[in-house]
């Protein structure tokens, strides 16, 4: 019989408080999540040890659904769990805590999935996972890196069930109400009611103007409290403070100024909290220290007995690098093995050992090098050692010096076999001296901390005293050079000859004798190291499944490659769910198999979506029935979800929701989305003139411009934001919107990435474009700008989507007028060196796109200084001066121009006076300047015209040179040449910068 709530909740107190947890109780005061109690936030903090286990109910307003929904609520119970430090093995524990619930890993599917934490208002981060069970996620996993805006040391392990969740699934229930809290008694019969009522009072009921009097009360108080050291008191009204933040943001009342500035009050409380109760704690002399306590982490004293380095070999040896992890995320996971592929040859080279070959495999829980035939020892190599200065090293008569005698001493050579060379302005000595050949064992195994230590992520983590950043903890390390071991230590963990095995057999201890029998034994276990193996089984096993039901797996290459790194032993599963949810919108039942879910969908011959999916499970194929029942259980309630939301959304017209806008934060300064919204569609008829528009295309931009972010307020797109367009497309049909602006919406949020399709339409194309670069301006122009490390607005790729859609459509703009328009209409003044660097900024993504284009560096740099700011005459003009480099006269062409402008580059302008030249080939000269402007127009900035006019100057530039002294004693006559130069110069400025180009 499944476990009841109740029994959830005693059977998870019994297993933590074996493990040494003070079993706390819920906080009573309101709070978001477990986090928020005092017994996670502050008891984090310090050095101190600190296990604790506790129930939480979770109270978070805005989720509130008046019990309607099946699996949503305003109120949930979380279960809390603090590990401090970190004991070694938290993963471990976790699942067997999960099988005292009676879920055995063996049985089921649970997988460790990357989900990183923050919370700004609680200064708080971490990295780590979410935890699912066949498809569901029960479990937050998180490695606290910083909490109340202070680094944690020691870092703690914070886990957070999602206890319905569990025992939803434990129960087989489709709905949170369903399920029995005793015998006999359900959850619904215990908080239906509260439910409702609490949704009718966040919703409805809640007094806005009392419940902001109420706030500024508390935040007083906080401040008393904190200021006469009752630093737990003033916790507790932060926590006050936050929830009724929650009740007048979900009453609506909360606008986007209002918003930054309750952040920012409630995240300084947060801190000066934490900050206090660390300082009270260092008071008191963190008395737990000293407490001898099952909370400290027992060292093993056999694991830590380190190996001594082995003797060398004389003939070479297969060599095995196994770096185990706790598992990874899938981008890092490709990232570091492409390090180790340039690294791991690199060291070797550097440290003058041979090899045949070198492999580098890796699943989520194990990186692994393979070196083949690793010589025993280093080649032996020459090299030239600088010594003293040859004056010092000998002496007049040419005998050698004490210098020289203690520099050739220091080398076991001779002075005699010193030699002399120049070395710029001096002669110095040499030593030829035969670098020492080392062997193997000794410097491979000084060098694996290193080479492990250099391996770099975008996100890395702490998890030990040891102080090391990785992107998930290091547990175990195998390093085998043929059969003996290479101690070394990193991290806190030393090398053995012991790996593990996959994660839901209980990731048994296996000995490795060599690097062959590794091979052997993980094969045994079922492991494929090799990723590209995973994947071609991952493939073809899902399209034998989807044959069997006529149906094909459609080519979704991230999705793909995503699961092969999410799995060691992948193993299809063919799952089903109802024909009827098939009603939803495609894009909504794909978003959710493949987003949320990792499965891959089923398709019939034209594309049509089939009633079935697969996952890749990580196993066997022994229980494949629970796993297959759990992820269709999941996925049905997904889908019930989205039908809910659908039909939610489409009660009302897409116009409706703008309002709803108003309370989303676009950016402080900038206002709300709504807003933005508004700005964009004010921006439509202006930003369609300055591109020709056609009068008829106008209105359609205008209508989907005043309707493009609605979507944003809607249930489905606050669910899957991946959806937003997609569902305000659908939503402006449903709500007889015309065609063409249904399609407006969706598009102006193309192009989504790299890959993704551009808009086609007009209307499309003008508020696309229109919104992105209110986007760059206004940004901007608040200081907001992509760093080497962030981009939370995604400012790159919409620089680099306002390139492509202008490529694409062959639109030429002229982006200096455009960021002009579009500043008129920040509600924020826009400096003119904010344009400038919005410019630059768009013209550097143009840089970067054109890098894999056949131009050479050179050519795309002239014309850019020239002509980035019109994208379209760019590429023309790129193909044109490109042309016009690979002909015979090029070099000529150009050496005449660089005569011209290195001459005038470090003078300043001169006036033309053509009446004062005396010698004819000035004269020649300046005729010619004067045909060739009139030959070109300004407006026309075709390179292939510049140049074609340019040549006919060539021989009276050359004249000019040779006959005419530029540099004159007499300064009027001087200027006055140098003038016609800046001229000439002067004429290539609207169409390259040939100073830029290779020869100048």
Excluded at 308 to 337: A, C, R
Excluded at 789 to 811: E, H, K, M, T, Y
Excluded at 843 to 850: Q, S, W
Excluded at 907 to 931: G, I, S, V, W
Aim: hydrophobic share 40%; net charge negative.
């Amino acid at each position: 019989m499944a476990l009841t709530f109740q029994d959830v909740i005693m059977k998870l107190h019994t297993f933590w408080a074996a493990q040494g947890c003070v079993i706390w109780q819920p906080y009573n005061i309101q709070v978001g999540a477990g986090t928020n109690n005092p017994a996670t936030l502050l008891r984090v903090l310090g050095p101190e040890p600190w296990r604790v286990a506790y129930v939480e109910p979770s109270i978070r307003p805005d989720d509130g659904r008046y019990a309607e929904n099946p699996n949503r609520m305003q109120m949930f119970y979380q279960y809390q769990v603090i590990l401090k430090p970190e004991p070694g093995n938290p993963q471990e524990l976790y699942l067997k805590s999960l099988e005292a619930l009676g879920l055995n890993p063996r049985e089921q599917d649970i997988r460790f999935v990357e989900d990183n934490w923050e919370s700004p208002v609680l200064g708080a981060w971490g990295l780590g996972w979410e935890v699912w069970l066949n498809g569901q996620e029960i479990t937050q996993f998180t490695y606290f890196q910083q909490a109340g805006g202070l680094s944690l040391e020691p870092v703690s392990v914070e886990i957070t069930y999602g206890i319905e969740r569990i025992v939803l699934a434990l129960q087989g229930k489709d709905a949170v109400w369903d399920i029995e809290i005793t015998d006999g008694l359900t959850y619904g019969d215990v908080f239906k009611q509260g439910e409702i009522e609490h949704c009718r009072y966040y919703f409805e009921i809640a007094d806005v103007d009392g419940l902001r009097q109420v706030y500024n009360t508390y935040e007083r108080e906080y401040q008393r409290a904190l200021e006469a050291g009752a630093v737990l008191p003033a916790y507790d009204y932060v926590l006050k403070c936050s929830h009724l933040f929650n009740v007048l943001d979900t009453r609506g009342a909360i606008g986007v100024t209002e918003r930054a500035h309750y952040f920012r009050r409630m995240r300084e409380m947060t801190l000066h909290v934490a900050k206090a109760y660390r300082h009270q704690r260092e008071e008191l002399g963190f008395p737990w220290l000293s407490r001898q306590t099952s909370w400290l982490v027992k060292v093993d004293d056999e694991q830590r007995t380190f190996q001594t380095i082995p003797e060398p070999v004389q003939t070479p040896q297969h060599f095995l690098l196994e770096i185990g992890v706790e598992e990874l995320p899938p981008s890092d996971l490709s990232d570091v093995l492409s390090q180790l592929r340039t690294l791991v040859p690199e060291t070797l080279g550097n440290l003058r050992l041979n090899y045949d070959r070198v492999q580098v495999y890796g699943t989520p829980r194990r990186l692994v090098v393979m070196i083949e035939n690793l010589a025993p020892f280093q080649t032996q190599e020459m090299v030239e050692v600088k010594g003293p200065p040859a004056d010092r090293a000998f002496d007049a008569e040419g005998n050698p010096t004490k210098a020289a005698e203690g520099f050739a001493k220091k080398y076991g050579i001779t002075p005699a076999e010193l030699t002399r060379r120049q070395v710029g302005d001096g002669e110095y000595v040499f030593a030829n001296v035969a670098l020492e050949s080392q062997p193997t064992t000794e410097v491979w195994t000084v060098a694996l901390p290193e080479l492990v230590g250099s391996l770099r992520f975008v996100k890395s983590m702490r998890w030990n005293d040891s102080g090391v950043s990785f992107s998930r903890p290091i547990r175990w390390f195998v390093a085998l050079y043929g059969d003996q071991v290479l101690p070394f230590t990193y991290a806190d963990v030393y090398s053995d000859r012991i790996t593990r095995g996959i994660r839901p057999y209980g990731s048994q201890p296996i000995e490795v004798q060599n690097p062959t029998d590794y091979v052997t034994k993980l094969a045994q276990e079922g492991i494929l190291l090799d990723p590209i193996e995973r994947r071609e089984k991952i493939w073809v096993d899902a399209n034998a499944l989807a044959a069997t039901v006529n149906g094909y797996i459609a080519e979704d290459e991230g999705l793909l490659n995503e699961v092969t790194n999410l799995v060691e032993r992948p193993t299809a599963i063919l799952g089903s769910f109802d024909e009827a949810y098939l009603e939803l919108p495609r894009e909504v039942l794909v978003t959710v198999m493949r987003k949320h879910q990792r499965y891959f969908a089923v398709e019939d011959k034209q594309g049509n979506l089939l009633p079935y999916f697969v996952v890749i499970h990580n196993g066997d194929d022994q229980y494949v029935e629970n796993v297959r029942r759990g992820n269709e259980h999941v996925l049905i309630a997904r889908y019930a979800d989205a039908k809910f939301f659908y039909e939610s959304d489409r009660s009302q017209p897409l116009e409706a929701y703008l309002p709803r806008l108003d309370t989303l934060t676009f950016e402080e300064h900038l206002g709300s989305m709504l807003a933005k919204n508004n700005r964009v569609r004010d921006l439509i008829r202006p930003f369609a003139e300055l591109l020709n528009a056609a009068d008829d295309i106008i209105p359609i931009a205008e209508r989907a411009a005043a309707l493009a972010k609605a979507d944003l307020a809607t249930q489905m797109v606050i669910e899957f934001t991946s959806l937003q367009g997609v569902m305000g497309r659908i939503y402006a049909l449903h709500s007889g919107e015309q065609p063409e602006v249904a399609d407006a919406i969706l598009q102006h949020w193309l192009p989504r990435s790299a890959d993704d399709a551009l808009p086609a339409g007009a209307a499309g194309v003008i508020l696309a474009l229109a919104d992105r670069l209110d986007s760059l301006v206004g940004l901007f122009a608040v200081g907001i700008m992509p760093t080497a490390s962030a981009d939370p607005f995604a400012l790159r790729r919409a620089a680099l989507g306002v390139i492509q859609i202008l490529l694409d459509q062959n639109l030429e703009l002229d982006l200096r007028e455009a960021i002009d328009l579009v500043a008129h209409y920040q509600p924020v003044s826009v400096s003119n060196e904010s344009k400038r660097a919005v410019l630059e900024f768009i013209i550097g993504r143009f840089r970067v796109y054109l890098e894999d284009s056949i131009y050479p560096h050179d050519v795309i740099e002239a014309v850019l200084a020239a002509q980035g700011h019109n994208p379209v005459r760019s590429i023309a003009g790129l193909a044109e001066l490109y042309k016009w480099t690979q002909q015979e006269n090029w070099e000529a062409i150009l050496d005449s121009y660089a005569r011209c402008a290195r001459i005038v580059r470090e003078q300043p302008d001169y006036e033309l006076h053509p009446d004062k030249f005396t010698e004819n080939a000035e004269k020649e000269l300046f005729e010619a300047y004067m045909r060739a402007k009139q030959n070109l127009h300004p407006l026309m900035n075709n390179v292939d015209r510049f140049l074609a006019v340019f040549t006919t100057l060539v021989p009276y530039i050359t004249g000019f040179f040779e006959e005419v002294m530029v540099m004159a004693e007499d300064q009027a006559v001087r200027q006055n040449r140098l003038s016609l130069l800046q001229h000439i110069v002067a004429l290539a400025r609207n169409y390259a910068d040939l100073s830029k180009l290779q020869g100048f």
